[in-house]
């Protein structure tokens, strides 16, 4: 059973940038599909990106297109989101997730880490 940590997140200005980090124990990465999810208070948890078990494929929601990116490198069993021209309204708890098996958007993923916090504000 795979354990996932993320960390990465802080305090950051509108337009800047933050690169959050996954790091998966416990089992084998590129076994698993993966993907970032978020959420704010009182708001349902927000699909933001997924990426297939090679890193080949990925898909980014239209609220964070071509400012966020999504990658993997499975040789260090990591996860990452990197946060470009950030904005107030990204501020949430960002929490990575990861199946056997390709969830896409929807959050029924089987295993999620504990979520790191992330702030943008002036």
């Known amino acids: 059973q795979v354990q996932l940590a993320e960390s990465g997140g802080g305090l950051a200005q509108p337009g800047g940038s933050l690169t959050l980090s996954c790091a998966a124990s416990?089992?084998?990465?590129?076994?698993?599909?993966m993907a970032w999810f978020r959420q704010s208070p009182g708001k349902e948890r927000e699909f933001v990106a997924a990426i297939s078990r090679t890193g080949g494929g990925t898909y980014v929601a239209d609220s964070v297109k071509g400012r966020f990116t999504i990658s993997r490198d499975n040789a260090k069993n990591t996860l990452y989101l990197q946060m470009n021209s950030l904005k107030p309204e990204d501020t949430a708890v960002y929490y990575c997730?990861?199946?056997?098996?390709?969830?896409?958007?929807?959050?029924?993923?089987?295993?999620w880490g504990h979520g790191t916090q992330v702030t943008v504000s002036s």
């Open positions: 416990g089992g084998t990465a590129s076994d698993y599909a």
């Open positions: 997730a990861a199946d056997l098996q390709p969830r896409g958007l929807r959050p029924s993923y089987s295993y």
